[in-house]
């Protein structure tokens, strides 16, 4: 993460208090790359971060507090550990990590007979991982598992399960030796992103009752984006 915290040290000039911009988060086409920590896996996270649902109940009022009162404007070089140590900015993206996972499905092939849940799967079997499906499990989130609460991932022994009783209920970056290696530069990206946005605008959404519709393919992306209004708060 040593790169990221520049994106919140950055200070361009700024316009004055109350001036409006209105930004589209548009769905990215593949690109090829294996780098699901970049341009992919900002599609969706950028456009999930901004849904109506991640703004409800004064989600945003309490992020910014904990933004401003931690993290200086830019008087002085902010470090990953600053960033690192917000536990509502960490929540609120855990969050958004579990409701919309980059990588909604992938696939694998057993190398030798094995059993799962006491089924025996033979060498050879193609097994498809839902992520999607995995990470609104009631019986391992809750009964609001399709809800977005940040304060799920909030609490002693929940900032990075969330509550759930499995280290395999959340498969965002899959999980065991064959995670994602790009899931710490993909966390520490959306937390200082969070940080940036959030700690200087007020975002509305145009259309706040529009649901997010998501083309799911090997990858993840918003199909007709978001659009979301952008006032400068005063620093």
Do not use: H
Not at 142 to 161: H, K, L, T, Y
């Amino acid at each position: 993460m040593s790169r990221a915290p520049r994106l919140i040290e950055q200070q361009p000039e700024a316009p004055k208090d109350g001036v409006e911009m209105e930004v589209l988060v548009l769905g990215m086409p593949r690109t090829g790359t294996n780098l699901l920590g970049s341009k992919e896996l900002s599609n969706l996270t950028v456009a999930g971060t901004l849904t109506s649902s991640s703004w409800a109940n004064g989600i945003q009022s309490r992020l910014r507090k904990e933004i401003r009162t931690n993290l200086p404007s830019s008087t002085r070089a902010i470090t990953a550990a600053e960033v690192d140590s917000l536990p509502y900015l960490n929540a609120f993206c855990n969050e958004v990590f579990r409701l919309y996972p980059p990588v909604p499905s992938i696939v694998r092939e057993t190398r030798i007979d094995t059993c799962l849940d006491g089924t025996f799967i033979p060498k050879g079997t193609t097994l498809l991982i839902l992520a999607g499906a995995t990470n609104l499990d009631k019986e391992r989130w809750g009964p609001d598992a399709e809800d977005f609460n940040p304060d799920r991932w909030m609490g002693e022994g929940r900032a990075n399960s969330g509550g759930s009783d499995s280290s395999y209920a959340n498969l965002s970056f899959l999980t065991g030796p064959r995670g994602y290696i790009e899931q710490s530069f993909a966390k520490s990206e959306l937390l200082c992103l969070v940080a940036v946005l959030v700690g200087r605008f007020n975002i509305e959404l145009q259309d706040p009752n529009k649901k997010l519709e998501i083309v799911r393919a090997i990858s993840a992306s918003p199909s007709d984006g978001v659009i979301a209004r952008f006032t400068w708060l005063e620093v």
